[in-house]
Every structure is written in C-alpha cells, then in structure tokens.
C-alpha cells in the first residue's frame, strides 16, 4: 500500500513537474507570511518535497531558486504591513489572541537586531513575526532587505537540500 501511494504521488509530480517551483514558492511565501505562516506547515512540507522532487527528477535550482524567492517576498510583505499598519496589527487578530508573540519577537529583536531577523526566520513561530517587529520597529528598508535575502537563502537551502540530496543519493 505504502509503495503504490509514493509510486502515485511521485508520477503525480513527475506529470506537474513544471508547477514545482511554483507550488513551492507559493508554500515558502505562505510560510513566511505574517499570519498565514500560522496555519501553513510550510516547512514540513518543503522539507519533505526536497525529497519528492529529487525522487521524481526535478532539478534542485529551480526550485529552490522559487522557495528562496516566495520567502523574501512573504517577509518583505510582512514587513510592509508592520511598518504601515504598526498599532493595527498589534491590536489584529492572531496577535491580540497572543500577545506574548508579538512581546517575545520584540524582546529577540531588541536583543538581535539585524542578526535577529535572520536568526527568527529559523525559529518557528518567530518566523512571522520578525518581519512585522522589524517593520513596526522601523528598521531600516536596507538593512532588513539585507537580513531577509541572507536569511531566506539559507533557510531555502535548509530545508529543501537534506531531503533533495539525501534521497539522489540514496536512488543513485
């Protein structure tokens, strides 16, 4: 049973394969999003379609060139609506219903700064709201551009490199 659903699921993506980078943009963007990262197990899910993707033949690049991308845009997003809507956002749900989010990502940035945005987008739950700290702190458009394009290449490359190229290696 277990053999006939991966066969499935990898002829699935093999037929789609030029919807992956798509797919898996729209998951990093999701993941990175303010609010919406809460709901979409986004990283879960990258780190097991690393290993989809190799196993249907999927060249890694593009791919991860997409989830890289799709997550300095759902940052940039998130920092956006922090720098524009800052007490709205504190007072929006799903931060009124957990204030101690908010409170925690401020304290990491307080403490972090630059470092903090790229150090957060590794850590759960601060993932999304590094973004909306930073912009509702005002950092700098520079520096917090600088911190998401470091962080999201990294992050890209971490969560869909272990399953990709564990998995070419164990089929070559």
Request: charged letters at 10%; proline letters at 5%.
């Amino acid at each position: 049973m277990k053999g006939q659903f991966a066969t499935v699921v990898l002829d699935f993506v093999k037929g789609h394969a030029a919807l992956a980078p798509v797919v898996v943009g729209i998951l990093a963007f999701g993941e990175s999003l303010a609010f919406i990262s809460l709901l979409v197990p986004g990283t879960l899910v990258l780190v097991g379609g690393g290993g989809i993707i190799s196993a249907a033949g999927i060249g890694f690049w593009p791919v991860w060139s997409a989830a890289a991308i799709g997550a300095v845009l759902g940052d940039w997003v998130s920092y956006w609506l922090g720098y524009h809507y800052k007490e709205a956002i504190i007072r929006a749900w799903p931060l009124s219903a957990h204030p101690g989010l908010l409170s925690r990502g401020q304290r990491f940035f307080d403490k972090w700064g630059w470092a903090g945005v790229v150090l957060g987008r590794f850590f759960g739950p601060l993932r999304c709201i590094m973004p909306l700290v930073a912009g509702i702190c005002s950092m700098h458009f520079i520096a917090f551009q600088c911190a998401n394009v470091v962080s999201a290449v990294l992050w890209a490359t971490a969560v869909l490199a272990p399953g990709h190229f564990a998995i070419g290696w164990l089929l070559d």
